[in-house]
């Protein structure tokens, strides 16, 4: 009886939620892109700039599912199309069929791509060996109502990465001789300073013409802190010259911090949550002498910022020169999850607000709740963080201790690893 009147209270719990999207979608088919492309901040902008604004006064739904039987392979299916229903614009469905050889490597799969708009039939393929750090990768459209140009008939490429060097080109096989290559880049990383160079030959009449044009050429200089991994804070701000003729500056940085709550709806135990804010910044400035059509301005810029409060509702907004957007998104984490999201952008120049709306049904992405060593604060089967030893005190935020900084991810599901070793 003296045993049981002397226990010791349960140690204090904070609630950790999952990410609403992480790893992003695009991160899947990273291998056919470039890795100039990708890095410097740039994937992580392009979701935070782009991800729950809806189209003004359209709709999109987002299907994403894999059986049980077999979850080497999934099912993307997405519907787009106008609120009010106007001749001039159709209705958007497509499909994506998608295999993928290790479930915890998305770098070696297939996938194969059906649209009622071109291409109607498209097939891609990447294969990436970590031993030897190559990979090889292709996309070929199988039907299209109209081929234009040499791309329309298929590209292949060549890569090369490790955790410090990616160099890679892709062709087209059908293209001329003075199409050659339709790009090549080359990105080193020493500590967190990254550098890159991109050729793509869109200027120029002969060959010899377009190595020498300095608008077939980009340049990026990038400066990163962080692990990659949700849990933790990173940093990004990076410099890049695009064709010698755009200037482009941008900050991304995502925060994680804990909040003090009192919910009637937990236990007693239950003394903060974890929210995750982002926040990114891109500015364009045109410094050629060309002259540019009345409506392409000389300079424009982003600004956008998130906030996850919990595991359930996320708050997104976005300004730009013309226009300003605020996105709320809702999410329930059954078995597939289902979100809901809707979108409002002002148009400045008109004086008008109009609304996009958004569904998406996913089981591709599960809900990081595990367990993990007593020194960190993680989940538990009932979706809480046993906070062990952490100290709150009134308008302090407590410091975690934990394996993530230390760079130790071996015990955290793959939701919550960095990305990638390799550049």
């Known amino acids: 009886m003296g045993n049981w009147m002397n226990k010791e209270p349960p140690p204090p719990m904070v609630l950790v939620p999952p990410l609403f999207d992480f790893p992003p979608l695009a991160a899947r088919t990273r291998m056919l892109e470039s890795s100039y492309n990708l890095l410097f901040g740039k994937l992580a902008l392009k979701c935070l700039f782009d991800d729950y604004f809806e189209e003004a006064r359209h709709f999109s739904t987002r299907i994403m599912l894999k059986p049980i039987d ?12 106008p609120l009010d229903h106007k001749p001039e614009e159709n209705i958007v469905g497509n499909a994506l069929f998608r295999w993928q050889r290790d479930l915890d490597d998305p770098h070696t799969f297939m996938d194969l791509f059906v649209s009622n708009s071109d291409p109607v039939l498209r097939i891609r393929s990447s294969a990436y060996y970590p031993k030897w750090g190559f990979g090889a990768f292709g996309a070929i459209p199988l039907l299209m109502k109209k081929r234009i140009s040499s791309e329309d008939y298929g590209v292949m490429g060549l890569r090369y990465g490790t955790g410090n060097l990616s160099f890679g080109a892709m062709l087209m096989p059908f293209a001329m001789k003075d199409e050659l290559p339709k790009n090549a880049w080359l990105v080193s990383k020493m ?10 030959p869109q200027y120029g009449g002969k060959e010899d013409a377009k190595y020498k044009n300095l608008m077939n050429w980009s340049y990026a200089i990038g400066y990163g802190v962080g692990s990659g991994s949700p849990l933790s804070p990173s940093f990004n701000f990076g410099l890049e010259l695009a064709k010698s003729s755009v200037f482009i500056a941008s900050f991304y940085q995502h925060v994680v911090v804990q909040r003090r709550v009192k919910n009637p709806l937990e236990e007693d135990e239950i003394v903060g949550i974890t929210n995750y804010i982002d926040f990114g910044f891109e500015l364009q400035t045109r410094i050629d002498d060309a002259k540019t059509a009345n409506n392409i301005p000389e300079s424009s810029f982003q600004v956008a910022a998130s906030w996850q409060a919990n595991k359930n509702f996320l708050l997104k907004g976005k300004v730009g020169p013309l226009s300003s957007s605020v996105a709320m998104a ?25 609304y996009g709306f958004g569904i998406r049904v996913e089981n591709l992405r599960e809900a990081s ?48 690893r960095p990305l990638g070793k390799i550049l």
């Open 369 to 416: 709740y595990q367990r993990a060593d007593p020194n960190f604060v993680m989940l538990t089967p009932s979706k809480e963080h046993l906070a062990e030893g952490m100290v709150w005190k009134t308008g302090r935020r407590p410091m975690l201790q934990s394996d993530v900084n230390a760079g130790n991810f071996e015990g955290l599901p793959k939701e919550l």
């Open 191 to 200: 500590g967190r300073l990254t550098v890159g160079v991109q050729y793509e």
């Open 70 to 81: 077999d979850p080497h392979v999934d099912m993307i299916a997405t519907v787009s199309g």
């Open 330 to 354: 809702f999410k329930s984490w059954w078995k597939p999850s289902f979100t809901f999201s809707i979108s409002a952008t002002k148009d400045r120049v008109v004086g008008k607000t109009s």
